[in-house]
């Protein structure tokens, strides 16, 4: 089956620079690629996803690069701001798999 | 949020009991997942649900047992909680416009197994 690792697990960064946020995955097959901003007490709510098809994908300040060659895709947030600080995951499946299978989160923290 | 809607929201309760929690969407979503939440393992699937009566496992199902009736609601049960079982439930569902592998997560139920 897939497996996804996400690294770092913690980040912080100072307000207004940039974050990214990495992921690998194991099987070639998965063609689906969703980011998830999950903040304190709160449920993970979907901000980007990107198929396979496409190598990078923005939206206002955060985007999504993907390398199917590496199997590895990554998240970037430029302009950090307060409000950015929360859990985010990642997560991989081939393209009509219903499962989903997830990174292990990354704490990002934004310092004022 | 993606009329999704769990109960109870915070539960405490004793080892050895049996606990249901309800998961209800109002989406008509097809597939319905249950997953739970523990610092340093992040999202594991539990069970999850292709339609109504049709269920399938997921990476952690030791200890539960899922049900789904109708399309709107899907129970997760633990038969005989135990400690180990103590964490944060996440519903999610999945399947119309988004695709099937676009997922969108209730809001959680805080599960305590003293």
């Known amino acids: 089956g897939e497996n996804v690792e996400q690294h770092p697990s913690t980040l912080s960064v100072q307000e207004g620079d940039s974050a990214v946020i990495k992921c690998t995955y194991s099987?070639?097959?998965?063609?689906?690629f969703p980011w998830y901003k999950q903040e304190l007490g709160k449920r993970p709510q979907l901000i980007i996803d990107?198929?396979?098809?496409?190598g990078e994908k923005k939206d206002q300040r955060i985007a999504v690069t993907l390398n199917k060659t590496a199997k590895h895709f990554s998240l970037h947030i430029t302009e950090t701001q307060p409000e950015d600080s929360a859990v985010y995951f990642c997560a991989a499946t081939p393209f009509g798999n219903e499962k989903l299978t997830f990174g292990t989160g990354t704490r990002l923290t934004i310092i004022p | 949020d993606a009329g999704i809607t769990q109960s109870p929201r915070h539960k405490v309760t004793e080892t050895g009991t049996p606990v249901t929690l309800r998961c209800h969407q109002t989406?008509?979503?097809?597939?319905m997942y249950w997953y739970r939440q523990d610092p340093g393992h992040g999202l594991r699937l539990i069970h999850y649900?292709?339609?109504?009566?049709?269920?399938d496992k997921g990476e952690v199902s030791d200890g539960y047992s899922v049900s789904r009736s109708k399309t709107e609601d899907f129970l997760l049960t633990l038969e005989s909680a135990t400690s180990s079982q103590t964490s944060v439930y996440f519903c999610?569902?999945?399947?119309?416009?988004?695709?099937?592998?676009?997922?969108?997560f209730g809001p959680g139920t805080r599960l305590l197994v003293l």
């Open positions: 999610a569902i999945s399947g119309l416009a988004g695709g099937r592998e676009t997922q969108y």
């Open positions: 989406e008509n979503h097809r597939y």
């Open positions: 990107i198929r396979s098809n496409v």
């Open positions: 099987d070639s097959a998965s063609n689906y």
């Open positions: 649900s292709y339609g109504v009566k049709d269920t």
